[in-house]
């Protein structure tokens, strides 16, 4: 087997409602990036499964198979 | 003596304007910073949801260059579950702990919901949020969120949109009479009387936003409300007359010329 290429599955996971079918090893972050938003972008948060996830933890939380993504942005409103 | 530049006080914080402005409704955001301007507004609102990878340009930047704060809402959710998770959301993504927090119970009145909005605000002042609810005009809620430790209460006039104005203005005079926070009336101004009606009656803000987005020349509205809340506030400051049901002439009767000549019949 090609060391390079993990033996992990990939995971299913579903992305402001949309299901999407990312690496093993997805992050946060990597998910963040996917969406186009610079690392340094302002008024972004994410919620993983119901709980924040504080931007400083993004590089490291690992999405798993089933895991609910939230990413919500400023918008005009109230 | 108070007078149109007089603070006031949210949570020891002060703030110089009394109109807070929703920048819901705007057509885009170039009309919402000229309205920002002329509203002469501290605090802006802003939603959360999900990114839009296609849209362009952020509405932080848009308020930061009118140099305005950001007041996040919780608006659109019906649980007390959903608006405690929407908060935190938005103390990550704006980096403050203040919130105007909204639990609606009904999608056509978008009222409040009482059990899970009391339910939102304890949880959320345990958690070390500055909140600020969205009410309605019942004495005993607005005095129980005070209660539970939001920093002000904010009594609808009247349905969000819907440009009615104070429909119960005896209730929000108990409210006012009572609290021992701020009282800044959200929702239901049409038009700067309403506003000017709000602060007459001793709300320290009031918080405006369709009004203004959604006036023919929203600029101009902004303005006129803007100028609607310092008219109102001066009037209560100076102390209104009471009403009674007959006249009372303001000239006086004394050194009246007489112009009947006696003896000739009129």
């Known amino acids: 087997m090609n060391a390079t290429i993990s033996d992990e599955p990939d995971v299913n996971v579903t992305i402001n409602g949309e299901p999407r079918r990312l690496q093993a090893g997805a992050t946060v972050a990597s998910v963040v990036e996917m969406l186009d938003v610079s690392p340094g972008a302002r008024g972004v948060a994410v919620a993983l499964d119901g709980e924040v996830v504080t931007r400083s933890r993004w590089p490291q939380t690992r999405l798993h198979d089933g895991s609910l993504v939230e990413v919500v942005v400023a918008i005009q409103g109230g | ?266």
């Open chain 2, 1 to 266: 003596m108070s007078s149109v530049s007089d603070p006031f006080r949210i949570a020891g914080r002060q703030l110089g304007s009394r109109l807070i402005l929703g920048t819901g409704g705007f057509a885009n955001h170039d009309l919402l910073a000229q309205a920002c301007r002329e509203a002469e507004a501290e605090l802006c609102t802003v939603a959360l949801r999900r990114l839009d990878p296609a849209a362009r340009g952020s509405i932080l930047d848009v308020l930061d260059e009118v140099g305005v704060d950001v007041l996040p809402n919780t608006a659109g959710c019906f649980t007390a579950r959903d608006a405690v998770m929407t908060a935190r959301l938005a103390r990550e993504a704006f980096g403050t702990d203040w919130i105007k927090l909204e639990v609606i119970g009904d999608d056509r009145t978008l009222l409040p919901d009482a059990v899970e909005l009391l339910a939102a605000a304890e949880e959320l002042v345990d958690d070390g949020f500055t909140v600020l609810p969205y009410t309605t005009d019942d004495p005993v809620l607005a005095r129980r969120l005070e209660d539970v430790g939001c920093a002000a209460v904010m009594p609808l006039g009247s349905p969000i949109g819907s440009g009615m104005g104070m429909c119960n203005p005896y209730n929000l005079s108990i409210i006012i009479e009572r609290a021992g926070v701020p009282v800044i009336l959200d929702a239901g101004v049409g038009t700067a009387s309403d506003a000017a009606l709000a602060m007459e009656l001793g709300c320290d803000a009031v918080l405006c936003a369709s009004a203004i987005s959604r006036a023919h020349d929203p600029v101009a509205m902004a303005k006129a409300i803007r100028l609607g809340v310092q008219a109102g506030r001066l009037a209560r400051g100076a102390g209104r007359i009471p009403r009674r049901r007959y006249a009372q002439a303001s000239t006086p009767e004394q050194g009246m010329p007489a112009f009947e000549v006696p003896g000739i019949p009129q």
